[in-house]
């Protein structure tokens, strides 16, 4: 694991720890952009989304695994925990109790 991605494994665990072990995507995101210093039309540019896109997705706006996975390859982040992140929020608006785990299968 690279430094970049340690640091980020570390952020994602503090993250989950101020938001009771259940991150979503949206604060995910939000978190980022933040971190990074970002207003919501830098991120929109660099998602290639409108400003208004942005801020509905840190609202909880839902967001397909697969527009997750290109978010997360935009940003420099894990495509894995993104997709993970996006099929988590669909299983707790469906008031499930279920924990998604997401993996790329073994070659």
Known sequence: MTTSST??????????SIYGGSLSLGALIASIRKGEGWSLAEMAKRLKVTRAHVAA???GKP?????????AKVLGYSQEQFVRLSLQDAVHRARLPYKVEVSLPAE
């Open 57 to 59: 997705i840190e609202r």
């Open 7 to 16: 640091s980020k494994s570390r952020a994602r665990k503090q993250l989950e």
């Open 63 to 71: 967001v397909a695994p697969q527009t997750a996975a290109k978010y």
